[in-house]
Protein backbone atom coordinates (compact mmCIF):
# COMPACT_ATOMS: atom_id res chain seq x y z
CA UNK A 1 0.00 0.00 0.00
CA UNK A 2 1.70 3.26 -1.17
CA UNK A 3 0.53 6.44 1.01
CA UNK A 4 1.46 10.05 0.65
CA UNK A 5 0.98 12.75 3.19
CA UNK A 6 0.83 16.13 3.21
CA UNK A 7 2.33 18.89 5.87
CA UNK A 8 2.94 22.58 5.66
CA UNK A 9 -0.47 23.92 5.51
CA UNK A 10 -1.65 27.25 7.76
CA UNK A 11 -2.65 30.76 7.76
CA UNK A 12 -0.54 32.88 6.19
CA UNK A 13 -0.60 37.00 5.52
CA UNK A 14 -0.85 38.12 2.31
CA UNK A 15 2.81 38.39 0.88
CA UNK A 16 3.77 35.82 3.27
CA UNK A 17 5.65 32.50 2.46
CA UNK A 18 4.91 28.70 3.40
CA UNK A 19 6.34 25.46 2.71
CA UNK A 20 4.44 22.62 2.04
CA UNK A 21 6.04 18.64 1.95
CA UNK A 22 4.54 15.14 0.47
CA UNK A 23 6.09 12.12 1.98
CA UNK A 24 5.73 8.90 0.06
CA UNK A 25 5.75 5.31 2.18
CA UNK A 26 4.84 1.94 1.17
CA UNK A 27 6.36 -0.58 -0.69
CA UNK A 28 7.35 0.83 -4.71
CA UNK A 29 10.36 1.03 -7.08
CA UNK A 30 10.73 3.98 -7.78
CA UNK A 31 8.38 7.69 -8.40
CA UNK A 32 8.10 8.99 -11.56
CA UNK A 33 6.94 12.97 -11.98
CA UNK A 34 5.65 15.11 -8.63
CA UNK A 35 3.54 17.47 -8.46
CA UNK A 36 1.06 19.87 -6.51
CA UNK A 37 -2.20 20.66 -7.44
CA UNK A 38 -4.79 23.14 -5.46
CA UNK A 39 -8.59 23.36 -5.22
CA UNK A 40 -9.81 26.71 -3.84
CA UNK A 41 -13.64 26.46 -2.67
CA UNK A 42 -16.68 26.46 -5.65
CA UNK A 43 -13.78 25.46 -8.87
CA UNK A 44 -11.97 22.44 -10.12
CA UNK A 45 -8.76 21.25 -8.95
CA UNK A 46 -6.12 23.02 -11.08
CA UNK A 47 -2.47 22.22 -12.01
CA UNK A 48 0.30 24.30 -9.32
CA UNK A 49 3.47 22.55 -10.15
CA UNK A 50 4.97 19.14 -11.80
CA UNK A 51 9.06 18.05 -11.35
CA UNK A 52 10.16 14.87 -13.12
CA UNK A 53 12.08 12.48 -12.40
CA UNK A 54 15.24 13.94 -13.66
CA UNK A 55 14.83 17.61 -11.98
CA UNK A 56 12.92 19.19 -15.19
CA UNK A 57 10.13 21.77 -13.75
CA UNK A 58 6.21 23.48 -15.02
CA UNK A 59 4.49 25.90 -13.36
CA UNK A 60 0.95 27.55 -13.15
CA UNK A 61 1.61 30.73 -14.92
CA UNK A 62 -0.45 31.89 -11.59
CA UNK A 63 2.82 30.87 -9.72
CA UNK A 64 5.77 31.55 -11.75
CA UNK A 65 7.88 33.23 -10.42
CA UNK A 66 6.71 32.58 -6.33
CA UNK A 67 6.55 29.20 -6.20
CA UNK A 68 9.37 26.44 -6.38
CA UNK A 69 9.12 22.47 -6.95
CA UNK A 70 11.60 20.53 -5.62
CA UNK A 71 12.32 16.65 -4.54
CA UNK A 72 14.54 14.38 -2.46
CA UNK A 73 14.40 11.02 -4.43
CA UNK A 74 16.37 9.76 -1.56
CA UNK A 75 13.59 10.71 0.67
CA UNK A 76 10.54 10.40 -1.76
CA UNK A 77 9.72 13.66 -1.19
CA UNK A 78 8.21 16.35 -3.03
CA UNK A 79 8.32 19.92 -1.54
CA UNK A 80 6.72 23.15 -2.52
CA UNK A 81 8.19 26.93 -1.61
CA UNK A 82 5.44 29.47 -1.96
CA UNK A 83 6.29 32.95 -1.42
CA UNK A 84 4.80 36.22 -1.87
CA UNK A 85 1.22 34.42 -1.14
CA UNK A 86 -1.57 36.37 -2.49
CA UNK A 87 -5.15 35.33 -0.92
CA UNK A 88 -5.90 34.13 -4.55
CA UNK A 89 -3.73 31.10 -3.51
CA UNK A 90 -6.18 30.14 -0.82
CA UNK A 91 -6.62 26.23 -1.92
CA UNK A 92 -6.43 23.12 -0.22
CA UNK A 93 -3.09 21.93 -1.66
CA UNK A 94 -2.90 18.48 -3.10
CA UNK A 95 0.34 16.33 -3.84
CA UNK A 96 0.38 13.62 -6.18
CA UNK A 97 3.22 11.25 -7.47
CA UNK A 98 3.41 8.65 -9.97
CA UNK A 99 4.61 5.54 -8.33
CA UNK A 100 6.51 2.16 -10.07
CA UNK A 101 5.85 -1.08 -8.73
CA UNK A 102 7.54 -3.69 -9.96
CA UNK A 103 7.67 -7.68 -9.41
CA UNK A 104 7.95 -9.35 -12.66
CA UNK A 105 5.86 -6.92 -14.11
CA UNK A 106 6.04 -2.94 -14.19
CA UNK A 107 2.77 -1.25 -12.81
CA UNK A 108 2.87 2.27 -12.82
CA UNK A 109 -0.39 3.96 -11.10
CA UNK A 110 -0.99 7.59 -9.93
CA UNK A 111 -1.40 8.27 -6.02
CA UNK A 112 -2.82 11.83 -4.42
CA UNK A 113 -2.80 12.44 -0.72
CA UNK A 114 -5.05 13.95 1.11
CA UNK A 115 -4.74 17.57 1.09
CA UNK A 116 -3.44 20.11 3.52
CA UNK A 117 -5.36 24.01 4.04
CA UNK A 118 -3.41 26.55 2.72
CA UNK A 119 -5.15 29.93 3.85
CA UNK A 120 -3.53 33.49 2.44
CA UNK A 121 -5.48 36.35 5.04
CA UNK A 122 -5.02 39.39 6.66
Known amino acids: QVQLVESGGGLVQPGGSLRLSCVASGSFSSINAMGWYRQAPGKERELVATITRGGSTNYADSVKGRFTISRDNAKNTANLQMNSLKPEDTAVYYC????????????????WGQGTQVTVSS
Open 96 to 111: KMGIRKFSGVIYDAEY
